[in-house]
């Protein structure tokens, strides 16, 4: 028998991954990226939302997707397009693409949250979607940084970071614990995402975008150093 909370969240994101094959064959020609960039584009959106489904029967208790999660696939579509510019030779206009993609999915981020505590729809699942999303678009935005000589590849550090946080938990089981949700860790990710597309902006040239980007990582290893020592006074 089908399990409606998996095909209540299957629908949707399989109606994101087609909008987001729409949006990345009507922007290919602009920026020059032809049938591979909507390719790519399609595998990240796929992919993502692929990993996130396949927990969602555990996670997503409620037998509506709801508005809220809708609104997040929207926004790994949105991470999508610019992930797909990684390698890709777009130039100025894929710049700026990136800079709009993102600035879009971060003003997006917080009305998810929002719309699942109106609805009452609120769950775990939702969560950990929210927050996969921002971890993708930090990593995208800083290998884009990086690839565009905006910053040296220390600038890597502010995506990677949290997925190697999470590699040092499956070692010392005291780091796997589940983290407090801080105001400080809120920042601290808004903090990532404003640097990095501050520093990806084609009217930020180095060493100013480094400077930027510097200041970003800085802070993130100072709220990860925060969170890893009150793990370990658990």
């Not at 180095?206 to 200041?215: D, E, K, M, R, Y």
């Given at each position: 028998?089908?399990?409606?909370?998996?095909?209540?969240?299957?629908v949707p994101t399989t109606l994101g991954i087609l909008g987001t094959a729409a949006s990345a064959a009507l922007v290919a020609p602009w920026i020059g990226g032809g049938v591979g960039y909507a390719v790519s584009a399609v595998v990240i959106d796929a992919a993502t939302l692929a990993v996130l489904v396949g927990i969602a029967g555990r996670q997503h208790p409620h037998a509506r997707f709801g508005a809220a999660?809708?609104?997040?696939?929207?926004?790994?579509?949105?991470?999508?397009?610019?992930?797909?510019?990684?390698?890709?030779?777009?130039?100025?206009?894929?710049?700026?693409?990136?800079?709009?993609?993102?600035?879009?999915?971060?003003?997006?981020?917080?009305?998810?949250?929002?719309?699942?505590?109106?609805?009452?729809?609120?769950?775990?699942?939702?969560?950990?979607?929210?927050?996969?999303?921002?971890?993708?678009?930090?990593?995208?935005?800083?290998?884009?940084?990086?690839?565009?000589?905006?910053?040296?590849?220390?600038?890597?550090?502010?995506?990677?970071?949290?997925?190697?946080?999470?590699?040092?938990?499956?070692?010392?089981?005291?780091?796997?614990?589940?983290?407090?949700?801080?105001?400080?860790?809120?920042?601290?990710?808004?903090?990532?995402?404003?640097?990095?597309?501050?520093?990806?902006?084609?009217?930020?040239?180095?060493?100013?975008?480094?400077?930027?980007?510097?200041?970003?990582?800085?802070?993130?290893?100072?709220?990860?150093?925060?969170?890893?020592?009150?793990?370990?006074?658990?």
């Amino acid at each position: 028998m089908r399990d409606p909370r998996r095909y209540n969240v299957a629908v949707p994101t399989t109606l994101g991954i087609l909008g987001t094959a729409a949006s990345a064959a009507l922007v290919a020609p602009w920026i020059g990226g032809g049938v591979g960039y909507a390719v790519s584009a399609v595998v990240i959106d796929a992919a993502t939302l692929a990993v996130l489904v396949g927990i969602a029967g555990r996670q997503h208790p409620h037998a509506r997707f709801g508005a809220a999660n809708g609104v997040t696939t929207a926004r790994v579509g949105l991470v999508a397009l610019a992930g797909a510019l990684i390698g890709l030779d777009a130039g100025r206009r894929g710049l700026w693409m990136a800079v709009v993609l993102a600035s879009v999915a971060a003003g997006l981020d917080g009305l998810d949250g929002w719309l699942a505590r109106r609805a009452g729809l609120a769950s775990e699942f939702g969560a950990r979607f929210d927050m996969e999303t921002d971890a993708l678009l930090i990593l995208v935005l800083s290998i884009l940084v990086w690839q565009h000589d905006k910053a040296g590849a220390w600038v890597l550090g502010c995506g990677l970071m949290r997925y190697a946080f999470m590699a040092a938990g499956l070692v010392l089981p005291s780091l796997a614990r589940p983290l407090r949700s801080t105001r400080r860790g809120k920042t601290v990710a808004v903090v990532q995402v404003v640097g990095l597309t501050v520093a990806l902006a084609p009217i930020v040239s180095a060493p100013l975008s480094a400077v930027v980007a510097a200041v970003a990582l800085a802070a993130l290893v100072w709220s990860f150093a925060v969170d890893t020592l009150w793990l370990v006074r658990q």
